[in-house]
């Protein structure tokens, strides 16, 4: 054992040097303090009644808290037969977040480099670079978690592939389960799904080689294993991915009801939803210069110095005034002249890979002979491509349009997660060519050539910016009207400002080209003392190790800093108004509120404190996405707010421009009794008759529901039909009717799970206008009960039970035969 730890000690020093730098990064982390983090207060508040039931020991998969209601599967779900869930809660009980996620990241390509046979120092230079990259940080301040633990997987399952490829078929194909197992656990498919298009390159070019070589058998023997080690942790996490792929196809990912919108695809997301972030063409120039497109939206001080603010002083205003005013203007307050002026709608920042990264890439494309290069290469190619989306749609929608699954996925710049591990991959093979390769002469004459590349990109950034780039976007003009109206129509002057932000956009980009070729230069400086042998292999990697963090750190601190940390003990829920303690005095168990003054697909506040029609989901259901695009884009349909049992109604005083409250006497309640159906063929009809009814008085059907609603409707006035157990997947009703009835209930149609259960016999139940469900209730005094109890989560949990056992026994059998080789060997 002693011998173990003395071989292996340099790694345990390296993780210990890993686990250092994250003290120092994240110090307030370590004090107790939290992030900040946007997306985590919004996912906070979709979790609200999932949260309240959890801290009663309740698990349930069910929530009726946003849009309605909805399943809690893309919420939040425990998955407790999932080996992984538990690995998963044992790594956050030791490292406080972000820590976990940034050691994963860390020890993860740590492990990639050291399969690939990197010396360990240049593997730790190789971890960082990847590690600190700037959107794995901008994730993290973002609150993208399971998208920034999704990424953390990348490397080791990459390991894990090519240890397989080279005949270690149990270490590496239970590896490859155990690390898949994780990755898809972290419940971000699309970074999983981008991971297996660059995974299916390097299975095409292997297949290239192994036909080329006629070593076919022996790789068919690896994609063996590669295959069973994948089934094991699909079966691993069978429950959540069986619960995800049912439910997505009611979500605003599967296929419409409607036929008559002609912008709607028929399956998958719209084409200008998924594409509303797309990484600009040139902005691929920010991979080695962080601000040449002016980094985060809002963002970049503009003090009393900025061109900006010397276009107001030239007109009169005080410096102090100046300051205010250019910083007001380079935060984005006019469309057009904030200091970020790419494509996209806003953005955390830009997409820095690193001036030391960039460098020894380009290096890489010309001296690394190794075959990982061209998978490298064109899996760079592939995702730099496909991150363009509408900036360049020719692959894009051929993708989009044809490439199964493709089309579920939005926000397609993030595909660059991909890219953004193989800069650094064929940066660190580059260094160890460079250390293999006995012919230093022509190395020399090709590290000249990688610095006039990517020394030559800076210094014309530095130099003579406005030769590459234009640094107005193509809505300045529009900006500029608009400030001209609020100047009152004085033009000369908003045409000064504009030019004065082009001028700070270009003074921005100068400082940071000036900044990277001062990085390249160094990096091309050692190159150099090494190839005249100046300095040995240890002094490279460490040295590259040096200025790989130190680059990198430097402008990730200018998006994660100590004071983006809070106290633990401050909540991210926000303060409750006046409105909000008047309702929660409210004893109906499941009321809605409507906030006219919200977003309504975009409401993370409102959730925290009732039940909101309103939400945030990237996954809501696609009939209540419908209902809000045709019910709500104009105007408000009174009547849809009464069926879903809307209560109060928040709006603006038009006086004095404060939050009002108002009780709505007309909605239908709980449940209710209907005295007519009206039928409709298609779900066109369907929204066309809910756009003006009275819900209290008929239900619109779908013809398909007829047999069960029956010929005729009848009528008992006195019937009775009242709420009287309420939990979000069991909801209990009591009735009463002398006549065979059609109820309504204020509860969305989901019929994949739920149950409806008369005197405790199951009974069937149908869609009733557009979204809710219905039944027909017979003669007398009943017990109505909807129970969800999904197949795929607990069918799906004994299978993910069985999954876990198998990767258990897989990892132990893996260790045995492992110990035993080495044993073997050494004797």
Not at 171 to 196: C, D, K, P, S, V
Not at 310 to 328: H, L, M, P, T
Not at 554 to 570: G, I
Request: aromatic residues 14%; hydrophobic residues 45%.
């Amino acid at each position: 054992m002693n011998n173990w730890f003395k071989r292996n000690g340099i790694h345990f020093a390296i993780i210990g040097i890993f686990f250092i730098m994250c003290f120092i990064y994240f110090t307030p982390a370590f004090q107790g303090k939290i992030l900040g983090q946007g997306d985590v207060t919004g996912a906070q508040s979709t979790q609200t009644e999932i949260n309240a039931y959890k801290e009663k020991g309740q698990t349930i998969l069910w929530t009726n808290q946003i849009f309605g209601g909805m399943p809690a599967f893309q919420i939040w779900v425990p998955y407790t037969n999932n080996i992984t869930s538990h690995v998963i809660i044992a790594l956050k009980a030791i490292f406080p977040n972000p820590i976990d996620t940034v050691m994963i990241l860390l020890a993860g390509a740590y492990f990639l480099f050291i399969v690939l046979r990197i010396n360990p120092w240049l593997a730790a230079a190789g971890a960082v670079a990847f590690t600190f990259s700037s959107y794995n940080i901008i994730y993290i301040v973002a609150g993208h978690s399971n998208q920034t633990f999704a990424i953390a997987f990348f490397a080791p399952i990459v390991a894990s592939i090519i240890l397989t490829l080279r005949g270690k078929h149990i270490l590496g194909g239970t590896l490859t389960a155990f690390f898949l197992a994780m990755e898809i656990r972290a419940n971000h498919l699309q970074m999983t799904y981008y991971l297996m298009l660059a995974i299916l390159i390097l299975v095409i070019i292997e297949v290239y080689h192994a036909v080329k070589n006629k070593t076919m058998p022996q790789l068919a023997k690896s994609i063996g294993f590669l295959a069973i080690g994948l089934g094991i942790a699909v079966a691993v996490n069978a429950s959540m991915l069986w619960s995800n792929a049912e439910y997505a196809k009611y979500t605003i990912r599967g296929q419409s009801n409607l036929k008559s919108s002609a912008d709607e695809p028929s399956t998958g997301l719209a084409k200008d939803y998924a594409y509303q972030w797309s990484q600009g063409v040139g902005e691929c120039l920010t991979f080695l210069v962080p601000n040449a497109y002016g980094g985060e939206t809002g963002k970049l001080e503009l003090d009393e110095k900025s061109a900006t603010a010397k276009a107001f002083i030239a007109k009169g205003a005080s410096v102090e005034d100046a300051a205010r005013n250019a910083g007001q203007i380079g935060a984005g307050a006019i469309k057009g002249l904030g200091t970020y002026w790419g494509n996209k709608s806003s953005t955390s920042g830009p997409w820095y890979f690193g001036a030391v990264v960039c460098f020894l890439f380009v290096f890489g494309l010309i001296i690394v002979k190794d075959r990982l290069k061209w998978w490298i290469l064109f899996t760079v190619i592939l995702t730099m491509l496909l991150s363009f989306g509408g900036n360049f749609p020719f692959v894009s929608d051929l993708f989009f349009n044809y490439f199964p699954l493709y089309n579920k996925f939005r926000a397609v710049e993030s595909i660059l997660a991909v890219t953004m591990l193989c800069f650094p991959l064929l940066a660190i093979l580059a260094v160890k060519e460079l250390i293999d390769n006995t012919d230093k002469k022509a190395l020399q004459k090709k590290a000249l050539l990688s610095l006039y590349i990517t020394g030559g990109i800076a210094l014309i950034l530095a130099v003579l910016p406005e030769v590459v780039l234009s640094f107005r976007p193509s809505d300045q003009t529009e900006g500029v009207n608009m400030l001209t109206q609020y100047l009152k129509g004085d033009n000369s002057f908003a045409s000064a400002i504009a030019n004065g932000i082009v001028q700070d956009r270009i003074s921005f980009a100068r400082m940071d080209a000036i900044r990277t070729l001062v990085f390249v230069a160094l990096a091309f400086g050692v190159v150099f003392l090494y190839i005249k042998q100046k300095i040995n292999v240890t002094v490279l990697s460490l040295a590259f190790l040096v200025l790989v963090l130190v680059d990198l750190w430097q402008v990730d601190k200018r998006y994660l800093k100590d004071e983006n940390f809070a106290p633990k003990q401050a909540s991210n829920k926000p303060e409750p108004r006046e409105v909000d303690t008047f309702m929660s005095r409210d004893t109906d168990p499941n009321f809605r509120v409507f906030d006219a003054t919200a977003n309504v697909k975009f409401d993370t506040f409102n959730p925290f404190y009732y039940k909101s029609f309103g939400g945030y989901s990237a996954a809501r259901l696609k009939r209540f996405e419908e209902l809000l695009d045709n019910q709500f884009t104009k105007t408000v349909n009174q009547d849809v707010l009464d069926m879903l049992n809307v209560k109060y109604i928040l709006s603006t005083d038009p006086g004095n421009q404060s939050l009002k409250m108002q009780v709505n006497s007309t909605a239908c309640g709980n449940a209710w009794f209907v005295k007519s159906v009206k039928y409709a063929k298609t779900a066109d009809q369907e929204m066309q008759a809910i756009s003006s009814f009275d819900p209290k008085q008929e239900a619109i059907v779908n013809d398909q529901y007829k047999n069960q609603v029956g010929d005729k409707t009848m009528v008992d006035p006195l019937a009775t039909i009242k709420l009287v157990h309420y939990s979000p997947d069991t909801l209990k009703y009591q009735s009463g009717s002398t006549v065979e009835q059609i109820a309504v209930f204020s509860e969305i149609y989901y019929d994949n799970g739920w149950t409806m259960y008369i005197d405790g016999k199951e009974s069937p139940y149908f869609r009733a206008d557009y979204l809710l469900r219905a039944a027909k209730i017979p003669v007398g005094n009943h017990n109505i009960e909807f129970v969800f109890h999904p197949a795929s989560y607990y069918t799906g949990e004994s299978i993910s039970l069985a999954g876990s056992v198998l990767l258990v026994l897989a990892i132990g059998a893996a260790g045995y035969i492992e110990t035993r080789k080495k044993a073997a060997k050494k004797a």
